[in-house]
Protein backbone atom coordinates (compact mmCIF):
# COMPACT_ATOMS: atom_id res chain seq x y z
CA UNK A 1 0.00 0.00 0.00
CA UNK A 2 3.00 2.17 0.69
CA UNK A 3 4.73 2.38 -2.65
CA UNK A 4 1.38 2.84 -3.94
CA UNK A 5 0.76 6.45 -2.30
CA UNK A 6 4.50 6.74 -3.17
CA UNK A 7 3.62 6.44 -6.69
CA UNK A 8 0.65 8.65 -6.60
CA UNK A 9 1.96 11.27 -4.73
CA UNK A 10 5.24 11.23 -6.92
CA UNK A 11 2.32 11.68 -9.88
CA UNK A 12 0.28 14.38 -8.65
CA UNK A 13 3.62 16.41 -8.28
CA UNK A 14 4.59 15.61 -11.53
CA UNK A 15 0.86 16.80 -12.59
CA UNK A 16 1.37 20.06 -10.40
CA UNK A 17 4.38 20.74 -12.02
CA UNK A 18 3.12 20.41 -15.81
CA UNK A 19 -0.10 23.10 -14.54
CA UNK A 20 2.42 25.51 -13.17
CA UNK A 21 3.92 25.47 -16.72
CA UNK A 22 0.88 25.14 -18.84
CA UNK A 23 -1.48 27.99 -20.07
CA UNK A 24 -3.74 27.38 -16.94
CA UNK A 25 -0.88 28.58 -14.07
CA UNK A 26 -2.45 31.46 -12.92
CA UNK A 27 -5.68 29.61 -12.72
CA UNK A 28 -3.68 27.17 -10.99
CA UNK A 29 -2.77 29.97 -8.20
CA UNK A 30 -6.32 31.71 -7.90
CA UNK A 31 -7.61 27.65 -7.21
CA UNK A 32 -4.83 27.12 -4.96
CA UNK A 33 -5.26 30.55 -3.42
CA UNK A 34 -8.78 29.93 -3.16
CA UNK A 35 -10.29 32.45 -4.96
CA UNK A 36 -12.91 33.18 -7.08
CA UNK A 37 -12.80 32.55 -10.75
CA UNK A 38 -13.85 34.64 -13.12
CA UNK A 39 -15.85 34.85 -16.69
CA UNK A 40 -12.75 35.13 -18.23
CA UNK A 41 -11.21 32.48 -16.45
CA UNK A 42 -13.99 30.06 -17.29
CA UNK A 43 -14.14 30.82 -20.88
CA UNK A 44 -10.03 30.14 -20.98
CA UNK A 45 -10.54 27.12 -19.74
CA UNK A 46 -13.13 25.88 -21.92
CA UNK A 47 -10.80 26.46 -25.16
CA UNK A 48 -7.47 25.12 -23.49
CA UNK A 49 -7.48 21.83 -24.80
CA UNK A 50 -5.29 20.98 -21.73
CA UNK A 51 -7.58 18.45 -20.49
CA UNK A 52 -5.26 17.04 -18.27
CA UNK A 53 -4.43 20.07 -16.74
CA UNK A 54 -8.03 21.43 -16.61
CA UNK A 55 -8.98 18.00 -14.53
CA UNK A 56 -6.38 18.34 -12.58
CA UNK A 57 -7.59 21.68 -11.64
CA UNK A 58 -10.98 20.61 -10.89
CA UNK A 59 -9.79 17.34 -9.00
CA UNK A 60 -7.93 19.92 -6.76
CA UNK A 61 -11.40 21.38 -5.73
CA UNK A 62 -13.31 17.89 -5.68
CA UNK A 63 -10.68 16.48 -3.37
CA UNK A 64 -10.64 19.70 -1.11
CA UNK A 65 -14.42 19.69 -0.67
CA UNK A 66 -14.91 15.87 -0.28
CA UNK A 67 -11.42 14.27 -0.25
CA UNK A 68 -12.40 10.69 -1.86
CA UNK A 69 -16.00 10.16 -1.29
CA UNK A 70 -18.49 9.72 -3.64
CA UNK A 71 -21.85 9.59 -3.02
CA UNK A 72 -24.54 7.63 -4.54
CA UNK A 73 -28.36 7.37 -3.64
CA UNK A 74 -30.60 4.52 -3.57
CA UNK A 75 -33.42 6.12 -5.58
CA UNK A 76 -36.90 5.57 -7.87
CA UNK A 77 -37.40 7.88 -10.80
CA UNK A 78 -41.54 8.20 -11.59
CA UNK A 79 -42.41 9.71 -15.18
CA UNK A 80 -46.17 10.45 -14.86
CA UNK A 81 -47.44 11.95 -17.08
CA UNK A 82 -45.83 13.24 -20.69
CA UNK A 83 -48.25 14.63 -21.93
CA UNK A 84 -46.89 18.83 -22.84
CA UNK A 85 -47.82 21.94 -23.90
CA UNK A 86 -44.35 23.10 -24.42
CA UNK A 87 -43.10 21.43 -26.79
CA UNK A 88 -39.15 22.13 -26.04
CA UNK A 89 -37.12 21.04 -29.64
CA UNK A 90 -34.90 19.18 -27.97
CA UNK A 91 -37.33 16.85 -25.68
CA UNK A 92 -37.75 13.31 -27.19
CA UNK A 93 -40.18 12.33 -23.94
CA UNK A 94 -43.15 15.03 -24.51
CA UNK A 95 -46.60 14.28 -25.98
CA UNK A 96 -49.23 16.89 -27.14
CA UNK A 97 -52.28 16.08 -25.61
CA UNK A 98 -54.22 13.07 -27.49
CA UNK A 99 -51.01 12.42 -29.70
CA UNK A 100 -49.69 8.60 -29.66
CA UNK A 101 -47.51 7.60 -26.98
CA UNK A 102 -48.85 10.15 -24.65
CA UNK A 103 -49.83 8.71 -21.31
CA UNK A 104 -50.64 9.97 -17.76
CA UNK A 105 -50.50 7.58 -14.87
CA UNK A 106 -53.42 7.82 -12.41
CA UNK A 107 -52.44 7.98 -8.33
CA UNK A 108 -53.17 4.52 -8.47
CA UNK A 109 -50.67 3.48 -10.48
CA UNK A 110 -47.81 5.61 -8.93
CA UNK A 111 -48.70 3.97 -5.39
CA UNK A 112 -48.35 0.82 -7.24
CA UNK A 113 -44.76 1.61 -8.72
CA UNK A 114 -44.15 2.71 -5.23
CA UNK A 115 -45.34 -0.06 -3.50
CA UNK A 116 -43.56 -2.53 -6.23
CA UNK A 117 -40.27 -1.33 -4.77
CA UNK A 118 -41.53 -1.18 -1.01
CA UNK A 119 -38.87 -4.33 0.13
CA UNK A 120 -35.85 -2.21 -1.47
CA UNK A 121 -34.48 0.80 0.91
CA UNK A 122 -35.15 3.23 -0.96
CA UNK A 123 -34.10 6.89 -0.13
CA UNK A 124 -35.47 9.32 -2.58
CA UNK A 125 -38.27 9.47 -4.94
CA UNK A 126 -37.93 11.07 -7.92
CA UNK A 127 -41.17 12.91 -9.54
CA UNK A 128 -41.07 14.96 -12.99
CA UNK A 129 -43.68 15.05 -15.91
CA UNK A 130 -44.32 17.66 -18.71
CA UNK A 131 -46.38 20.59 -18.52
CA UNK A 132 -50.04 18.75 -19.01
CA UNK A 133 -53.06 21.30 -20.10
CA UNK A 134 -55.49 20.54 -17.49
CA UNK A 135 -54.62 17.69 -15.05
CA UNK A 136 -55.74 19.65 -11.68
CA UNK A 137 -53.77 20.62 -8.89
CA UNK A 138 -55.48 18.28 -6.53
CA UNK A 139 -53.65 15.60 -8.77
CA UNK A 140 -50.58 16.64 -8.16
CA UNK A 141 -51.24 17.05 -4.20
CA UNK A 142 -52.70 13.57 -3.83
CA UNK A 143 -49.69 11.95 -5.90
CA UNK A 144 -47.12 13.28 -3.40
CA UNK A 145 -49.44 12.57 0.04
CA UNK A 146 -50.17 8.97 -1.31
CA UNK A 147 -46.32 8.36 -1.57
CA UNK A 148 -45.56 9.86 1.30
CA UNK A 149 -47.99 7.44 3.16
CA UNK A 150 -46.38 4.58 1.92
CA UNK A 151 -42.43 5.38 1.83
CA UNK A 152 -42.81 8.31 4.74
CA UNK A 153 -38.71 7.42 4.88
CA UNK A 154 -38.23 8.61 1.36
CA UNK A 155 -37.92 12.27 0.06
CA UNK A 156 -40.26 13.56 -2.38
CA UNK A 157 -38.26 15.28 -4.88
CA UNK A 158 -40.85 16.53 -7.02
CA UNK A 159 -41.57 18.98 -9.81
CA UNK A 160 -39.39 21.02 -11.49
CA UNK A 161 -39.36 24.97 -11.43
CA UNK A 162 -41.01 25.23 -14.95
CA UNK A 163 -43.73 22.11 -13.44
CA UNK A 164 -44.29 24.77 -10.54
CA UNK A 165 -44.71 28.02 -12.87
CA UNK A 166 -46.96 25.70 -14.60
CA UNK A 167 -48.79 24.89 -12.24
CA UNK A 168 -49.26 28.37 -10.91
CA UNK A 169 -50.13 29.54 -14.18
CA UNK A 170 -53.36 26.95 -14.58
CA UNK A 171 -54.42 27.53 -10.90
CA UNK A 172 -54.41 31.19 -11.41
CA UNK A 173 -51.75 31.79 -8.56
CA UNK A 174 -48.38 32.51 -7.51
CA UNK A 175 -45.59 30.13 -7.53
CA UNK A 176 -45.19 30.56 -3.98
CA UNK A 177 -48.79 29.23 -3.60
CA UNK A 178 -47.97 26.14 -5.27
CA UNK A 179 -44.97 25.95 -3.61
CA UNK A 180 -46.29 26.03 -0.06
CA UNK A 181 -48.78 23.73 -1.07
CA UNK A 182 -46.71 21.51 -2.58
CA UNK A 183 -44.31 21.36 0.43
CA UNK A 184 -47.33 20.77 3.02
CA UNK A 185 -48.02 17.68 1.04
CA UNK A 186 -44.59 16.28 1.61
CA UNK A 187 -42.34 17.38 -1.01
CA UNK A 188 -38.86 18.32 0.42
CA UNK A 189 -36.84 18.97 -2.87
CA UNK A 190 -37.28 20.18 -6.12
CA UNK A 191 -35.45 18.10 -9.08
CA UNK A 192 -33.17 20.79 -11.27
CA UNK A 193 -34.76 20.49 -14.74
CA UNK A 194 -35.74 23.03 -16.98
CA UNK A 195 -32.80 25.37 -16.51
CA UNK A 196 -31.78 24.17 -20.14
CA UNK A 197 -29.45 26.96 -20.80
CA UNK A 198 -30.16 30.37 -19.57
CA UNK A 199 -29.49 32.10 -23.01
CA UNK A 200 -32.38 33.92 -24.12
CA UNK A 201 -30.85 32.93 -27.99
CA UNK A 202 -30.83 29.58 -27.13
CA UNK A 203 -34.05 29.14 -25.49
CA UNK A 204 -35.67 31.30 -28.22
CA UNK A 205 -34.42 28.57 -30.86
CA UNK A 206 -34.89 25.43 -28.85
CA UNK A 207 -38.06 26.35 -26.47
CA UNK A 208 -39.47 29.41 -26.38
CA UNK A 209 -43.13 28.40 -25.07
CA UNK A 210 -40.85 27.48 -21.71
CA UNK A 211 -40.29 29.03 -18.61
CA UNK A 212 -37.83 31.75 -18.94
CA UNK A 213 -34.58 31.67 -17.25
CA UNK A 214 -35.74 34.09 -14.67
CA UNK A 215 -38.72 32.66 -14.02
CA UNK A 216 -36.60 29.38 -13.27
CA UNK A 217 -34.19 31.27 -11.02
CA UNK A 218 -37.05 33.00 -9.49
CA UNK A 219 -38.70 29.54 -8.49
CA UNK A 220 -35.49 28.31 -7.21
CA UNK A 221 -35.39 31.17 -5.17
CA UNK A 222 -38.51 31.13 -3.62
CA UNK A 223 -38.25 27.39 -3.02
CA UNK A 224 -35.17 28.06 -0.68
CA UNK A 225 -36.69 31.19 0.84
CA UNK A 226 -39.15 29.13 2.45
CA UNK A 227 -36.86 26.01 3.18
CA UNK A 228 -36.85 24.05 0.25
CA UNK A 229 -33.43 22.49 -1.23
CA UNK A 230 -33.34 22.15 -5.13
CA UNK A 231 -31.19 21.07 -7.89
CA UNK A 232 -29.57 22.82 -10.57
CA UNK A 233 -28.92 21.67 -14.33
CA UNK A 234 -27.41 22.61 -17.71
CA UNK A 235 -28.23 20.98 -20.79
CA UNK A 236 -25.00 21.11 -23.03
CA UNK A 237 -23.92 19.55 -26.06
CA UNK A 238 -26.73 21.41 -28.51
CA UNK A 239 -26.15 24.76 -29.77
CA UNK A 240 -25.15 26.91 -26.97
CA UNK A 241 -21.74 28.35 -27.01
CA UNK A 242 -19.15 28.01 -24.19
CA UNK A 243 -19.67 31.47 -23.14
CA UNK A 244 -23.24 30.45 -23.03
CA UNK A 245 -22.27 27.64 -20.65
CA UNK A 246 -19.96 30.08 -18.47
CA UNK A 247 -22.81 32.69 -18.23
CA UNK A 248 -25.42 30.07 -17.13
CA UNK A 249 -23.02 28.68 -14.05
CA UNK A 250 -22.37 32.09 -13.12
CA UNK A 251 -25.94 32.88 -12.89
CA UNK A 252 -26.24 30.04 -10.83
CA UNK A 253 -23.46 30.85 -8.73
CA UNK A 254 -24.57 34.37 -8.24
CA UNK A 255 -28.64 32.82 -6.93
CA UNK A 256 -26.67 30.57 -4.65
CA UNK A 257 -24.41 33.69 -3.24
CA UNK A 258 -28.22 34.89 -2.29
CA UNK A 259 -29.72 31.62 -1.03
CA UNK A 260 -27.34 28.71 -0.69
CA UNK A 261 -30.33 26.74 -1.37
CA UNK A 262 -29.02 24.39 -4.23
CA UNK A 263 -27.70 20.52 -3.54
CA UNK A 264 -25.94 19.86 -6.62
CA UNK A 265 -25.17 21.03 -9.63
CA UNK A 266 -26.08 18.73 -13.09
CA UNK A 267 -24.40 18.99 -16.42
CA UNK A 268 -26.77 17.14 -18.36
CA UNK A 269 -25.55 15.27 -21.97
CA UNK A 270 -27.50 16.49 -24.79
CA UNK A 271 -28.92 13.28 -26.11
CA UNK A 272 -29.45 13.78 -29.95
CA UNK A 273 -32.08 10.73 -31.03
CA UNK A 274 -35.62 11.85 -31.77
CA UNK A 275 -35.70 14.97 -31.21
CA UNK A 276 -36.36 18.28 -33.52
CA UNK A 277 -32.98 19.16 -33.61
CA UNK A 278 -30.62 18.73 -37.03
CA UNK A 279 -27.29 18.84 -37.81
CA UNK A 280 -26.10 18.71 -34.02
CA UNK A 281 -22.35 17.40 -34.17
CA UNK A 282 -22.35 14.52 -31.33
CA UNK A 283 -20.69 15.30 -27.53
CA UNK A 284 -17.48 14.54 -27.90
CA UNK A 285 -15.37 13.07 -24.80
CA UNK A 286 -13.70 16.37 -24.66
CA UNK A 287 -17.16 18.35 -24.35
CA UNK A 288 -18.46 15.97 -21.20
CA UNK A 289 -14.80 16.18 -19.06
CA UNK A 290 -14.68 19.58 -19.74
CA UNK A 291 -17.96 20.72 -18.44
CA UNK A 292 -18.09 18.75 -15.17
CA UNK A 293 -14.36 20.15 -14.72
CA UNK A 294 -15.57 23.54 -15.30
CA UNK A 295 -18.65 23.60 -13.18
CA UNK A 296 -16.89 22.44 -10.99
CA UNK A 297 -14.17 25.09 -11.03
CA UNK A 298 -16.35 27.87 -10.99
CA UNK A 299 -19.10 26.85 -9.00
CA UNK A 300 -17.40 27.60 -5.69
CA UNK A 301 -20.38 27.63 -3.42
CA UNK A 302 -21.92 24.23 -4.76
CA UNK A 303 -21.27 21.50 -2.41
CA UNK A 304 -21.73 19.23 -5.59
CA UNK A 305 -20.77 18.23 -8.66
CA UNK A 306 -23.03 15.30 -10.45
CA UNK A 307 -21.81 12.95 -13.21
CA UNK A 308 -25.74 11.87 -13.92
CA UNK A 309 -24.58 8.32 -15.39
CA UNK A 310 -27.54 8.15 -17.53
CA UNK A 311 -26.72 10.45 -19.50
CA UNK A 312 -23.01 10.41 -19.72
CA UNK A 313 -22.66 6.92 -19.90
CA UNK A 314 -21.34 4.77 -17.06
CA UNK A 315 -17.60 4.74 -18.35
CA UNK A 316 -17.96 8.23 -18.91
CA UNK A 317 -19.43 9.05 -15.46
CA UNK A 318 -16.54 7.25 -13.82
CA UNK A 319 -13.91 9.28 -15.55
CA UNK A 320 -15.79 12.10 -14.46
CA UNK A 321 -14.87 11.30 -10.70
CA UNK A 322 -11.85 12.27 -11.49
CA UNK A 323 -12.67 15.52 -13.37
CA UNK A 324 -14.39 17.24 -10.12
CA UNK A 325 -17.82 15.46 -10.12
CA UNK A 326 -18.54 13.56 -6.39
CA UNK A 327 -21.84 12.46 -7.11
CA UNK A 328 -22.90 9.50 -9.35
CA UNK A 329 -27.20 10.28 -8.93
CA UNK A 330 -28.90 6.68 -8.11
CA UNK A 331 -30.05 3.46 -9.09
CA UNK A 332 -32.95 5.24 -10.81
CA UNK A 333 -34.78 2.19 -12.39
CA UNK A 334 -37.19 3.18 -15.27
CA UNK A 335 -35.71 6.06 -16.68
CA UNK A 336 -37.91 7.79 -19.97
CA UNK A 337 -36.25 10.96 -20.52
CA UNK A 338 -33.00 10.24 -21.45
CA UNK A 339 -33.21 6.92 -23.17
CA UNK A 340 -36.75 8.51 -25.41
CA UNK A 341 -33.78 10.57 -26.56
CA UNK A 342 -31.58 7.64 -27.62
CA UNK A 343 -29.00 7.81 -24.04
CA UNK A 344 -27.69 3.97 -24.48
CA UNK A 345 -27.06 3.40 -20.66
CA UNK A 346 -28.72 0.85 -18.87
CA UNK A 347 -31.94 1.86 -16.82
CA UNK A 348 -31.08 1.14 -13.26
CA UNK A 349 -27.87 0.12 -11.75
CA UNK A 350 -27.67 -1.96 -8.48
CA UNK A 351 -25.59 -0.42 -5.52
CA UNK A 352 -23.44 -3.12 -5.90
CA UNK A 353 -23.24 -1.77 -9.44
CA UNK A 354 -22.85 1.71 -8.72
CA UNK A 355 -20.46 1.22 -5.47
CA UNK A 356 -17.98 -1.07 -8.10
CA UNK A 357 -17.86 1.79 -10.52
CA UNK A 358 -16.07 3.99 -7.72
CA UNK A 359 -14.34 2.04 -6.07
CA UNK A 360 -12.90 0.96 -9.57
CA UNK A 361 -12.47 4.47 -10.06
CA UNK A 362 -10.17 4.66 -6.95
CA UNK A 363 -12.70 6.50 -5.00
CA UNK A 364 -14.90 5.67 -1.74
CA UNK A 365 -18.44 5.03 -2.07
CA UNK A 366 -20.80 6.70 0.24
CA UNK A 367 -24.67 6.30 0.26
CA UNK A 368 -26.60 9.57 0.95
CA UNK A 369 -30.03 10.49 0.83
CA UNK A 370 -31.03 13.94 -1.21
CA UNK A 371 -29.45 16.28 1.01
CA UNK A 372 -26.33 14.33 1.18
CA UNK A 373 -26.94 13.09 5.01
CA UNK A 374 -24.89 9.39 5.03
CA UNK A 375 -27.02 6.58 5.26
CA UNK A 376 -25.37 4.07 7.43
CA UNK A 377 -26.15 0.37 7.61
CA UNK A 378 -25.85 -2.28 9.73
CA UNK A 379 -24.57 -4.90 7.34
CA UNK A 380 -22.19 -4.99 4.66
CA UNK A 381 -24.18 -5.52 1.59
CA UNK A 382 -26.32 -2.46 1.22
CA UNK A 383 -28.14 -4.14 -1.86
CA UNK A 384 -30.00 -6.14 0.42
CA UNK A 385 -33.56 -4.17 1.60
CA UNK A 386 -32.82 -3.40 5.30
CA UNK A 387 -34.54 -0.25 5.62
CA UNK A 388 -35.27 -1.21 8.64
CA UNK A 389 -32.10 -1.38 10.24
CA UNK A 390 -30.42 1.94 8.35
CA UNK A 391 -30.35 5.07 9.94
CA UNK A 392 -29.62 8.75 8.44
CA UNK A 393 -26.73 10.59 10.29
CA UNK A 394 -27.68 14.24 11.24
S1 LIG B 1 -38.52 19.45 -21.90
FE1 LIG B 1 -40.14 19.46 -20.36
S2 LIG B 1 -41.30 21.33 -20.80
FE2 LIG B 1 -40.11 20.89 -22.65
S3 LIG B 1 -41.47 19.66 -23.93
FE3 LIG B 1 -40.24 18.22 -22.72
S4 LIG B 1 -41.49 17.76 -20.95
FE4 LIG B 1 -42.32 19.63 -21.87
Redesign the pocket.
Known sequence: MESVSIISEHSSDIAKRWVQKSELADIYDKVMAERRLSRDDGLRLFQSNDLLALGFLANLVRERFHGEKTYWVYNQHINYS?V?V???R??A??RRQGEEGGFVLTVEKVVNKVRERLDEPIREIHVV???HPDLPFSYYLDLVREIKKIRPEAVVKAFTA?EVAHLAQNEGVTTSEVLQALGEAGVEALPG??AEVFSNRVRQLL?PE?LNSDGWLQVAKEAHLMGMRSNATLLYGHLETAAERVDHMLALREAQDETGGFITFIPLAFQTANTGISGVEPRTGFTDLKTIAVSRLLLDNFAHIKAYWIMLGVKMAQIALHFGADDLDGTVMEERIGHMAGAQSAEALTPDELQGLIRAAGRQPVERDTFFKQVVRSTKSPSIPLYERGKILK
Open positions: NCNGCFCFSGGCVGGCK
